[in-house]
């Protein structure tokens, strides 16, 4: 006997005659037409960005905007996709075990329509950041509220004799969270404020199946079949393991994915702590986003760590991999981890084609983040300091170009500096007073060579780098040098009471040394290092 319809009321006569609910062929339309479209408003959602070749560095601008043309329409439409949820949610009764489980699969499938609705009706920022915090919590309540309808609606079928869809529908839940977890992750390491919005579209995607798979079954109840009505007692039994197999599996995967992202709790802690801010500035009319991690304890006078990431990365990418939130609350100062445009910093070596963005000049904005921080933290101004890894590395001796007058010392890693021909001599470099120089590069780097050349730009060798900073720092000797396992720091002192140094890494690769997946000639913890050296060359 099928008991899929067994547990249930005629549904021309309602739930105990009192709860009316759609018959199966309406509550099967209405979840089909749902899952239409909210998969029609994510493809409208993604669309409208108009900056496909910026999503590779920054994800979260998927649901991003680009004018109020299309609000309207979307939002109409989410709302009548939430609707024809909890229509469908409605019609599940015919499918479902247990009024409780009925009536809880209805109301979590109508706060996850709430919660998508609320994504749509509060639109990011002019700059397409997820900054709204009405828009975040929707989010959250999507990414929670959906897999737990899943997983309700899976035990209501599991007991009504549906085995097979049960527990394919408590699969489809561990399939929800495992996806939620992932895209977060790939949120958060983009520099998303609210990577649950970017978790919500896996959701959205998976739910949307998931929704077409019950109105399929729906179809099959109203016909007086059901997915495991069809089989034997011994093929029941059969399918129902392999439902329990899989579901078993993608659990086994959901932890894997908790356990695998593990290394960004630190850093997603200290933001949910309010250790870590995301903030925005206004420089030159543009609209500037950055990080900003301040001590636990902080220093009446703090040291300023400015840290700025790879090509197509960001502030949160900075922050996790550089370890600079632990050495900045040793110190009791303050790091800031600002995002770049699109595809990178304005350093030198540019040209229209690499890194080239007019209007958003990135030294006016560093200048402008040392200001207030001056202004706002009390930050001594003889200690802020400038760091950066590859192309963030090669703005940072852009920075000691020329904001020298404000910044004490710089620490380029795996960085560069050269002009359009690969010339460290001929960079138009003229800092206002001598600084403080500590650069690190590994020999085996091959993204950017330790003796220069050309890979995507050209290069110049690292040595001629450190030698265009001791001319311009007036070094003077043949320098001292330390050996510490693998790396061999040479330091020349220099005019002003600076210090320029350079670490050369033997075997090292194009990597932040000492972040969480290094070892070998890499594995010493650089950001110790350098707000070690930091600290030793502030300006009096």
């Known amino acids: 006997m099928d008991r899929t319809a067994a547990g249930a009321t005629d549904p021309a006569r309602g739930f105990s005659g009192r709860v009316l609910h759609p018959t199966p062929a309406v509550a099967a339309a209405a979840g089909l037409a749902a899952a239409f479209m909210w998969m029609a408003v994510l493809a409208g959602e993604a669309a409208r960005t108009g900056l496909a070749g910026s999503l590779r560095s920054r994800p979260d601008r998927l649901l991003g905007w680009d004018g109020a043309a299309f609000w309207a329409p979307l939002t109409i439409a989410t709302a009548l996709a ?129 929704l077409v798979a019950m109105s399929i079954l729906m179809i099959a109840i109203r016909g007086r079949a059901s997915v495991t009505g069809i089989a034997s007692r011994r093929g029941k039994l059969a399918l129902g393991g392999v439902g329990a197999v899989t579901t078993v599996l993608f659990g086994a995967q959901m932890i894997a994915a908790v356990v695998g992202y593990s290394y960004l709790g630190p850093t997603v ?83 229209d084609t690499w890194g080239h963005h007019p209007g958003a000049d990135d030294v ?73 120089v500590l650069a690190m590069h590994g020999t085996g780097d091959s993204v950017i060579p330790f003796d220069g050349g050309h890979v995507d730009i050209n290069y110049s060798p690292f040595p001629d780098v450190m030698a265009k900073w001791r001319a311009l720092n007036g070094c003077a000797g043949d320098g001292s040098t330390a050996v510490d396992g693998a790396s061999t720091t040479t330091s020349w002192a220099c005019a002003g009471g600076t210090t320029t140094a350079m670490r050369v890494i033997a075997g090292g690769s194009h990597v932040w040394p000492g972040s969480w997946s290094q070892s070998g000639p890499d594995g010493f913890d650089a950001a110790r290092v350098i707000v070690d050296f930091f600290a030793a060359h502030a300006r009096g």
């Not at 040291?303 to 996790?320: A, R």
């Not at 009390?378 to 910044?407: I, K, N, Q, W, Y």
Request: hydrophobic content about 50%; proline content about 5%.
């Open 82 to 210: 939430a609707v024809l949820v909890v229509v469908a949610a409605l019609g599940l009764r015919v499918a479902i075990r247990g009024r409780v489980t009925w009536l809880a699969t209805v109301a979590l499938l109508a706060a996850a329509g709430l919660g998508e609705l609320a994504i749509q009706v509060f639109t990011p920022d002019a700059n397409m950041y997820e900054t709204n915090p009405l828009r975040g919590l929707g989010a959250w309540v999507l990414v929670l509220a959906a897999p737990a309808a899943a997983a309700f609606a899976g035990v209501g079928l599991v007991r009504a004799g549906s085995t097979v869809t049960g527990w394919a529908s408590m699969a489809a839940s561990l399939v929800m969270v495992w996806v939620a977890v992932d895209l977060a992750a790939v949120g958060a390491t983009s520099g998303a404020v609210q990577p649950q919005t970017e978790a919500s579209v896996g959701v959205e995607v998976v739910l949307a199946a998931w």
């Open 269 to 351: 802690l200290a933001q949910i702590a309010g250790r870590t801010q995301a903030a925005t500035i206004e420089v030159d009319g543009v609209t500037r986003s950055y990080r900003i991690h301040r001590a636990p304890s902080l220093d009446p006078k703090p040291g300023l760590v400015i840290s700025l990431s790879g090509v197509f990365g960001d502030g949160f990418q900075s922050e996790f991999n550089s370890g600079f939130d632990d050495e900045v609350d040793r110190a009791g100062w303050i790091a800031i981890y600002p995002d770049s445009v699109l595809d990178g910093w304005m350093a030198y070596g540019n040209d």
């Open 364 to 436: 006016p904005f560093l200048r402008a983040l040392i200001e207030r921080e001056i202004a706002s933290d009390g930050v001594d101004p003889g200690r802020v300091f400038v760091s950066g890894m590859s192309r963030g590395g090669m703005m940072t001796h852009r920075a000691g170009c020329e904001l020298a007058d404000v910044v004490a010392a710089i620490a380029p890693v795996s960085g560069n500096m050269a002009t359009t021909s690969g010339s460290a001599a001929d960079v138009p470099c003229h800092p206002a007073r001598p600084i403080s």
